[in-house]
């Protein structure tokens, strides 16, 4: 004689569960996006924190040959430099990248930025970063064959609206990054 036995509930939501994870984890890729550089680099950062606080536009200079653009704002006192290049295969972008950051010397690792990603900031360390104060912030990024920088140095004459601290800073930098990463993936 055969006992059928029900499954208890809880191990019926266990095994779907680790069913539905198995599913949606082998739709998932480590890969980076296939990205594409289309046209002018500026168009990728009309959108950025700078713009957001600052209603003038700025003075564009732009490099589309080379994947370079340079916005500078309020007279000069705001600079932000863009460089994105997507290069025929990993070995190439990895050398580029690696150049960034030998000449950018000492830099901090990032994660969650592509494979590979670090940041180079500079400001008067002696007393607490103010965004009145000179500084620089640059994010290098690799991901696949783009090497991406991007790069805020200046300060403001007005600090009414700007991060309060130095990581609340880097964060909006950030995300700058992530958005131009995002264009460049076609996802954004």
């Known amino acids: 004689m055969c006992h059928h036995r029900a499954m208890p509930p809880i191990v019926r939501r266990a095994a779907t569960t680790l069913a539905l994870a198995a599913a949606l984890l082998a739709g998932c890729s480590d890969d980076p ?22 209603p003038e536009a700025p003075e564009q200079r732009s490099d589309p040959a080379n994947g370079q653009c340079e916005l500078a704002y309020a007279s000069g006192s705001i600079t932000l430099l863009l460089f994105a290049e997507v290069l025929p295969d990993e070995a190439a972008a990895q050398a580029k990248f690696d150049q960034f950051k030998t000449a950018d010397g000492t830099v901090s690792e990032v994660t969650g930025l592509g494979q590979e990603a670090y940041l180079r900031r500079w400001h008067d360390d ?17 991901d ?3 090497v991406l920088s991007y790069h805020y140095s200046g300060f403001v004459t007005e600090p009414a609206g700007w991060p309060a601290t130095e990581q609340e800073m880097q964060d909006a930098l ?13 996802s954004a």
């Open 33 to 54: 996006p296939d990205y594409r550089l289309d046209g002018d680099v500026c168009a990728l950062i009309t959108e950025n924190q700078v713009q957001a606080r600052i």
């Open 126 to 142: 002696s007393k607490p970063w103010q965004p009145q104060n000179l500084s620089v912030f640059k994010f290098v990024v690799r």
């Open 144 to 146: 696949g064959g783009l």
């Open 174 to 186: 950030r995300g700058d990054v992530v958005r131009v990463m995002d264009r460049l993936a076609g």
